[in-house]
């Protein structure tokens, strides 16, 4: 495992940064006690079920590029209540609040994404989907919740300590990851490549693959280190860079995932494998074969490690983190 200054591994540092982020969604996810009860279980259930953090973990260590991030302090939600409040936010911090929203997206996403009417998944991250816990119904609508809540955080920033222009950009990047110019789109375009007939000579086989995997995945992975950069209050130049960082390894992450769908195990997946060739998905290995697919992710990491040349050792675990990314078997 990678070491960074002093003796603290990747590993290590990334478990302080991801219990920042739990206790950031603890806090601003509603109480699970607040009526009516069984959409905000629902919602925490797939929130807070597991997951890498990764989105969250990058938008702040973007913003640390530019300064370090406040000490952590005890937020105390209000258990009766679904309101966030300035107190809330304030202690929770703009960085870790941002990054908790960006985790709320996702996990509505991937409510959505394992739908009957989607990819009609029955586990992730090792336990059942949400909707066979709480029906398909509960469901949808824990994922209409997550998406409300995560922009309820971001207008929110103000009162962690942003002004309120930051507050509006980083909403607008994070509608615009989540928007049909994202991950809707993305998910629109992998519903229409399924089953059909695709092959190496075929040009539009080559570019849907390709927007799928910037849309439905890149996008919030790039919105994440732009939304750090935004918050930490970096150039236009810098976000450019980290822009082209986001871009290389949101395509990294997904290319694996293609990967892993053909070579992983369930038991370290958490899910079950071999889906998309069920499916007849539009795949990496299943377009350009294993190998091929696994040059494109050694290419797509020296476009990463170059990009944050700009930012030096400051983006020593940015650069480790992108090479667990690409080791990663789960």
């Excluded at 940064?17 to 009526?35: G, I, Y």
């Excluded at 279980?41 to 997951?51: I, N």
């Excluded at 739908?115 to 009609?120: A, G, K, N, R, S």
């Excluded at 209050?233 to 810098?238: F, I, R, V, W």
Aim: glycine share 10%; with cysteine; charged share 25%.
């Amino acid at each position: 495992m990678s070491r960074l200054k002093g003796t603290s591994t990747v590993a290590e540092a990334l478990r302080e940064r991801v219990e920042r982020v739990e206790e950031a969604l603890h806090a601003l996810l509603p109480h699970p006690s607040a009526f009516p009860e069984v959409i905000h279980e629902s919602m925490r259930y797939s929130t807070l079920g597991g997951g890498k953090r990764l989105r969250a973990v990058l938008l702040m260590e973007a913003a640390a590029l530019v300064s370090p991030l406040p000490a952590a302090r005890r937020a105390s939600p209000d258990e009766a209540s679904v309101h966030i409040t300035p107190e809330l936010m304030r202690s929770v911090g703009a960085a870790p609040a941002a990054g908790a929203a960006v985790e709320m997206v996702h996990a509505f996403s991937l409510i959505h994404d394992d739908l009957p009417c989607m990819d009609d998944d029955d586990l992730r991250r090792g336990k059942p989907t949400n909707h066979k816990v709480y029906g398909e119904g509960i469901a949808v609508l824990a994922g209409d919740g997550l998406l409300a809540r995560a922009f309820e955080v971001t207008a929110r920033l103000p009162w962690a300590g942003t002004d309120h222009q930051t507050a509006a950009l980083v909403t607008a990047e994070l509608a615009m990851a989540v928007g049909s110019g994202g991950i809707v789109g993305g998910q629109v375009a992998d519903i229409q490549s399924e089953s059909r007939s695709f092959d190496d000579s075929s040009l539009d086989s080559h570019e849907t693959l390709a927007y799928i995997h910037a849309h439905k995945t890149g996008a919030l992975f790039v919105a994440s280190l732009r939304i750090g950069g935004i918050i930490g209050g970096m150039t236009p130049d810098e976000l450019a860079q980290l822009t082209s960082f986001g871009e290389s390894i949101g395509l990294v992450f997904q290319i694996v995932d293609d990967i892993l769908d053909v070579e992983g195990e369930a038991s370290a997946m958490g899910k079950n494998v071999g889906g998309d060739e069920e499916r007849g998905k539009l795949t990496y290995p299943a377009l350009y074969g294993l190998d091929a697919s696994k040059r494109r992710v050694a290419e797509e990491m020296e476009r990463a490690g170059s990009a944050l040349d700009v930012f030096g050792e400051k983006a020593a675990f940015l650069r480790a983190l992108a090479e667990a990314m690409a080791l990663r078997r789960s």
